[in-house]
């Protein structure tokens, strides 16, 4: 089992940045798939960006392309998210995604057998 905690998240005004944290335990680290989803209320959840376990192979929603940055330190089992320019839209609970390596990034992004952190909540204000 997997296991992620989320950290990072808060208020900020719109043109903003944060920085999102999430710790992985559990499996070999860079075995793993990792990403980030994000719901904000009344919708469904949704991709937002993934990197592989190597790094070279990054995909991003086209909501977020040019603003958001994903990274990870597979020395420190920890996947980030640079969220600059942020707008009112951005508000939503960000949520940590794990996967094993065997699972396609196609897979992933629909976010189907994930590993799930308990979400960290981000609040844009205009």
């Known amino acids: 089992q997997v296991q992620l905690v989320e950290s990072g998240g808060g208020l900020v005004q719109a043109g903003g940045s944060l920085r999102l944290s999430c710790a992985a335990s559990?499996?070999?680290?860079?075995?793993?798939?990792m990403g980030w989803f994000r719901q904000a209320p009344g919708n469904e959840r949704e991709f937002v960006s993934v990197?592989?376990?190597?790094?070279?192979?990054?995909h991003y929603a086209d909501s977020v392309k040019g603003r958001f940055t994903i990274s990870r330190d597979n020395a420190k089992n920890t996947v980030y998210l640079q969220m600059n320019s942020l707008k009112p839209e951005d508000t939503a609970v960000y949520y940590c995604?794990?996967?094993?390596?065997?699972?396609?990034?196609?897979?992933?992004?629909?976010?189907?057998?994930?590993?799930w952190g308990q979400g960290t909540q981000v609040t844009v204000s205009s």
């Open positions: 559990g499996r070999t680290f860079s075995s793993l798939i």
């Open positions: 990197i592989s376990g190597s790094t070279v192979d990054t």
């Open positions: 995604a794990a996967a094993d390596w065997w699972i396609s990034i196609q897979t992933f992004q629909r976010g189907v057998g994930n590993y």
